[in-house]
């Protein structure tokens, strides 16, 4: 229950075009919805994050999709360009624990394409 | 404005020694998470102190790992007699408060190796 599934594991776009990347969750204590970009031999960096209060969220070319309904939420990133090579997590964090957990997807390897 | 810093940024031990990993975390910011980071895999969460308390410890393995935020100096996650298991990333993240909306900001890990 306190699992988030993310997919796909790896994906490959062209520059410029369009890339989704999903995630799921079971447990509805999570309110709470971040998604953070890693670089190798980085730390993982905050890019984007929403509320369950709001279905949408747009930061340039960033934008969370989330619905509550279906448990889900997803990362597009739009134009993407090379520099967006990296790996994605999304993750999720659980009010009931009161501490500001998070709860990370197993993680999405993305490479855009010049 | 430094960030998170996390030394060593790489550790070698060796199987049966301590591993010791330090966290100090952005100024200002009073609470501390760490997280390991198994290779193709996401984080998880291990353990969350504020100054001189553990708040949640329920992700930290019962034996040979403890972790501590004292009152002065960095956050120490220490792990006894270590083991080829334990070789992974060891990230640790800050945050003002422990709101689930605040941004936690991560360091650059620490990664251990054991041989």
């Known amino acids: 229950q306190q699992q988030v599934k993310q997919s796909p594991q790896s994906l490959i776009v062209q520059k410029g075009g369009i890339s989704i990347i999903n995630c799921a969750y079971e447990?509805?204590?999570?309110?709470?919805f971040p998604w953070y970009q890693q670089f190798p031999g980085k730390g993982p960096a905050l890019l984007i994050a929403?509320?369950?209060?709001?279905s949408e969220k747009k930061e340039g070319r960033f934008t969370i999709s989330f619905n509550k309904s279906a448990k889900q939420f997803s990362l597009h990133i739009m134009d993407s360009q090379p520099g967006d090579s990296a790996t994605y997590f999304c993750?999720?964090?659980?009010?009931?624990?009161?501490?500001?957990?998070?709860?990370f997807g197993q993680g999405t390897t993305l490479q855009v394409k010049p | 404005n430094a960030g998170v810093m996390q030394n060593p940024r790489h550790l070698v031990r060796r199987r049966g020694q301590e591993a010791r990993l330090r966290c100090s975390p952005m100024k200002g910011h009073s609470h501390v998470y760490w997280y390991r980071q198994l290779p193709e895999e996401g984080l998880k969460f291990m353990v969350y102190l504020q100054k001189e308390n553990i708040i949640d410890e329920s992700g930290m393995p019962k034996e040979r790992f403890s972790a501590e935020f004292p009152k002065e100096g960095p956050s120490i996650l220490r792990i006894q007699q270590v083991v080829r298991g334990d070789s992974a990333a060891y990230f640790c993240?800050?945050?003002?408060?422990?709101?689930?909306?605040?941004?936690?900001?991560f360091g650059d890990g620490t990664r251990l190796s054991i041989l």
């Open positions: 993750a999720a964090s659980p009010v009931s624990s009161n501490t500001g957990k998070l709860i």
């Open positions: 993240a800050s945050s003002p408060s422990h709101d689930p909306g605040e941004p936690q900001h």
């Open positions: 447990n509805t204590a999570f309110d709470y």
């Open positions: 929403i509320r369950p209060d709001v």
